[in-house]
Structures are given as structure tokens and as C-alpha cells.
């Protein structure tokens, strides 16, 4: 079992660019073990999320981030508001996120691309003791800084959020 990198992914785009990310680029896989082995399979979104105007209200908790390695979102936050915009620019809202042991920049970059969007995230390992500040916006990476490697006490001392991850 791994140890998880915790925070808060921060999301500004356009509403639509956003709605489309938390739900064309998420799933939920199930996994049952049938005769002698384990099989996978993805709940129908139908049955992932519902959405009204202004929310999107996840029925399941851990949902995967397709693209990322081990990433998930949901985990204690099961709706997320989308902001309106007046004109038609840009908004922002944020979900829980953490990914197996660390958080891969390109991945998030990557994300940022295919849905034309800009994430910040700041998260942390307590059991390894460092955290991440990072932002990439439309494909590009703005920062990338990772602060760990120290013992317990200075990274309780340090760490913004000490207890998220572990």
C-alpha cells in the first residue's frame, strides 16, 4: 500500500473546460474476483456523478484521474462547485486530490493541455516528510518545487499542511 501525497488541486478555466475535465477525464474502476482471478471494470458515468448548474455531485468517493498515475480526486469533498462567469471568462473552484507516493508534474501538465486548463496544487507526504507547490496553465509548467527530505519535527515545523498525506 503506498504512501499518499494530499492536497488541494486548485482548477481556473472556462466552466465548460472544467465541467468537461471532472467528468469526461475521471472514472471509477471496481474490481471482483471471478472464478480464479480479479477483473476490472468502470462503473457507468451515469452512475459516477449527477450535475445540476452549478455542482457536480460524485456518488462514489476516490475517483480516478485518467491520465495520472494513481491519482484520485473526491475523496472527502463529493460535490464540487463551478462558478458562473458574467462574461464568459474564466473561473475556479478546487477539489481533494492525492496520487501514490508523489505528484508527476507532466502528468498534471498534460492535463492542463488536453482540457485547456491551469491547475496549482500544493500537496504533502507526511510519511516521507515533504510536500509539492506546483502550477502548470494550458500546458506549460509555471512551478515545480518540492520541499522535503528532513526529519519529522522540522517537517511538522515547516510543512503548511503537516497533516495531509502519510
Known amino acids: ?7 488541494r488541486l486548485r482548477i481556473k478555466g472556462k466552466r465548460s473546460d472544467i465541467f468537461r475535465f471532472l ?6 474502476y471496481k474490481y471482483e474476483y471471478i472464478g480464479k482471478e480479479w477483473k476490472e471494470h468502470t462503473i457507468p458515468k451515469e452512475q459516477l456523478y449527477s450535475f445540476d448548474s452549478d455542482y457536480i455531485e460524485y456518488k462514489e468517493s476516490g475517483i480516478y484521474v485518467e491520465g495520472t498515475t494513481r491519482g484520485f480526486i473526491a475523496e472527502d ?3 464540487v462547485y463551478i462558478p458562473t462567469s458574467k462574461n464568459d ?3 475556479v473552484t478546487y477539489v ?6 508523489s505528484v508527476d508534474i507532466e502528468e498534471l501538465r498534460a492535463l492542463s493541455e488536453k482540457y485547456n486548463l491551469a491547475f496549482r496544487l500544493f500537496a504533502a507526504e507526511a510519511g516521507l516528510g515533504f510536500w509539492v507547490d506546483e502550477e502548470v496553465d494550458h ?6 518545487d518540492v520541499k522535503g527530505d528532513m526529519n519529522y519535527s522540522k517537517y511538522i515545523w515547516e ?3 503537516p497533516d495531509f498525506g502519510g
Open 159 to 161: 510543512c503548511p499542511i
Open 96 to 101: 481533494d486530490y492525492k496520487q501514490a507516493w
Open 89 to 91: 471568462g474564466d473561473v
Open 139 to 144: 500546458g506549460k509548467i509555471i512551478k515545480d
Open 23 to 28: 467528468t469526461e477525464g475521471v472514472n471509477k
Open 77 to 79: 469533498i463529493s460535490s
Open 1 to 7: 500500500m503506498p504512501n499518499w501525497c494530499a492536497g
